[in-house]
């Protein structure tokens, strides 16, 4: 089935599978069963529709509204929801059933639940803040320890400045990467220990600059190595040679003179088409343990799938979800999930869910349509309480109506999102101006001007000229020119492993790890071996040489 996407007016197509699945989850309610129509827009702009639910990395001083507490959050003071600590929250000191209301079939769906959602307070923050330790600065993370602006992370213990990492320990400033040790600037590693600049790395220690590498040991400037011990540039080297390179590699002038090389000497190396490993029938990128996943990427164990992003935890058959996982039967979700099922048009919910339709912050709950901060309740609309059959003649008068006002089918839109554009996710993977932004009709945010000050010291060049008076310093980042400090805990990790300090602030340096990886979007192209034709992440233009599996495993081998 062909289509023009209603935002962009890219022409896209949903394909039988697709239109199967919606049939498949298609409710029934007062016996009437009720379709769920194909998508209007294109897979980028439902993806960034969901994500502009989401705001990970800003977070703000602001006051509990209920408490008075001081408190941090991802919702800034300015905004106009209610926003109660996490621990007043799921307290009983308040009833979100107060704020049940009627439906009004004479206006549209979203307009009324909006309204709703404006008058129910949400938690200030998303974390298991019950298990964590330490660790005020994290958001969309949960049980670590000693952890500082850290976010989509877990069981974590003294990690700082980092965005999805998993178990690893005494970490700084690393993207998506699994049970390392001493590391910094570690892009989607696994198991690696006391190194840096490693990117697609797996089981490697005591190194720099590598990609593609697994089970290696002190090297540097190494690309598709396999269990290989001092190495420089590919090529074997001394023990002393070795060490003479490293111990270089302790100024920012050192690193920055190697990254810059490195980065034409990787291009001399080929890569796989696909960053994934154990998959079965799968399209996609960085995906691990998938079968039957088409257009998904940053996924592990999804099974019948499509356009998936950050799947966090297994999921048996969705489409169209962000960072959703331990579920099925899952549609145009973000940020859902803990044993999940059936759930549709839904946002911010976590844990023992069953049948929900548009409901946003609620837990421990089943069979909600409309909600907004409900925790065990069932039955309910606009937080409002029905016994079963009520529930179920009320849900299917109120599709009715959406259907005819075109809302049925629609995930949130952005002009109603609780966060301003620019302070989303949306604006990482869908970068628009301020400009576009007003234009469309959607919210900006001008950043705080407080937080860009001069700075009042410079660090050296060297790590071992760095010394604990520094982490009382206020510096400005290079690039952009906001504020960022220096922890001891950082320049600790830093000295220990011989690595620079870094001169710019945590989003810009995230922003260029997130850059160093392949982008969400998919291109057909020809392994650069054996003409084979690949599915990639490589678009055609990029330098790279890419190859098919086959081909990439004759030659790492």
């Not at 919910?349 to 069979?367: E, G, I, K, P, R």
């Amino acid at each position: 089935m062909k289509n023009k996407c209603t935002q962009c007016k890219a022409a896209f197509e949903i394909g039988d599978d697709y239109l199967a699945f919606l049939e498949e989850i298609s409710p029934i309610f007062s016996g009437k069963k009720f379709s769920i129509p194909p998508p209007t827009l294109c897979s980028d702009c439902r993806q960034q529709r969901r994500m502009v639910q989401v705001n990970e990395v800003n977070l703000y001083k602001r006051k509990c509204d209920l408490t008075g507490k001081e408190i941090l959050s991802n919702f800034h003071p300015e905004s106009p929801y209610k926003i109660y600590d996490q621990e007043a929250w799921y307290s009983d000191q308040w009833d979100p059933m107060k704020y049940g209301r009627d439906f009004d079939f004479n206006r549209p769906f979203f307009e009324q639940y909006h309204e709703l959602c404006i008058a129910v307070p949400h938690f200030s923050l998303l974390t298991g803040y019950q298990y964590d330790q330490n660790c005020d600065y994290t958001n969309y993370a949960g049980k670590n320890k000693n952890c500082y602006f850290i976010f989509d992370s877990d069981e974590c213990w003294d990690c700082y400045y980092s965005y999805s990492i998993n178990g690893c320990r005494s970490c700084a400033d690393c993207y998506r990467s699994r049970r390392c040790e001493l590391c910094t600037q570690c892009i989607d590693c696994v198991d690696c220990y006391g190194s840096s600049y490693l990117q697609d790395c797996e089981n490697c220690a005591d190194s720099m600059f590598l990609k593609n590498c697994i089970g290696c040991k002190k090297c540097l400037m190494c690309s598709n190595l396999r269990n290989k011990e001092y190495f420089v540039e590919n090529k074997q080297v001394s023990k002393e040679d070795f060490e003479s390179f490293r111990a270089m590699l302790g100024s920012r002038q050192a690193v920055m003179q190697s990254r810059d090389r490195f980065a034409k000497l990787k291009l001399e190396y080929p890569q796989k088409y696909i960053h994934g490993v154990q998959n079965e029938d799968v399209i996609g990128d960085y995906l691990v343990q998938c079968k039957s996943a088409k257009n998904c990427f940053d996924c592990e164990q999804q099974w019948d799938c499509s356009y998936t992003y950050q799947g966090f935890m297994p999921v048996q058959n969705g489409r169209d979800l962000h960072e959703c996982g331990d579920g099925q039967r899952m549609y145009e979700c973000s940020v859902c999930g803990y044993n999940a099922q059936n759930l549709l048009f839904s946002a911010n919910c976590l844990d023992q869910l069953a049948d929900f339709y548009y409901t946003t912050n609620c837990v421990h709950s089943s069979n909600l349509f409309g909600c907004c901060g409900l925790r065990h309740k069932e039955y309910c609309i606009f937080n409002k309480q029905y016994i079963q059959d009520e529930y179920e003649e009320m849900v299917a008068k109120i599709i009715t109506h959406m259907q005819k006002t075109g809302e049925w089918g629609q995930f949130f839109p952005i002009t109603l999102a609780p966060f301003c554009y620019n302070e989303s996710m949306a604006q990482d993977q869908y970068p628009l101006t301020k400009e576009d932004v007003l234009a469309k009709g959607y919210q900006w945010r001008e950043p705080d001007k407080k937080e860009f000050q001069p700075a009042n010291k410079q660090l050296p060049d060297a790590i071992s000229e760095t010394d604990d008076s520094y982490c009382d310093g206020v510096y400005a980042c290079s690039d952009c020119g906001r504020n960022y400090k220096l922890l001891k805990q950082e320049l600790e990790l830093r000295k220990q492993i011989n690595v620079p300090t870094e001169l710019f602030c945590f989003w810009c340096s995230n922003a260029t790890r997130r850059a160093a990886r392949n982008p969400w979007k998919l291109w057909d192209r020809k392994c650069g071996k054996c003409n084979k034709e690949i599915v990639t992440s490589y678009a055609p233009e990029r330098p790279e040489i890419v190859y098919c599996e086959e081909c990439y495993l004759n030659e790492v081998q």
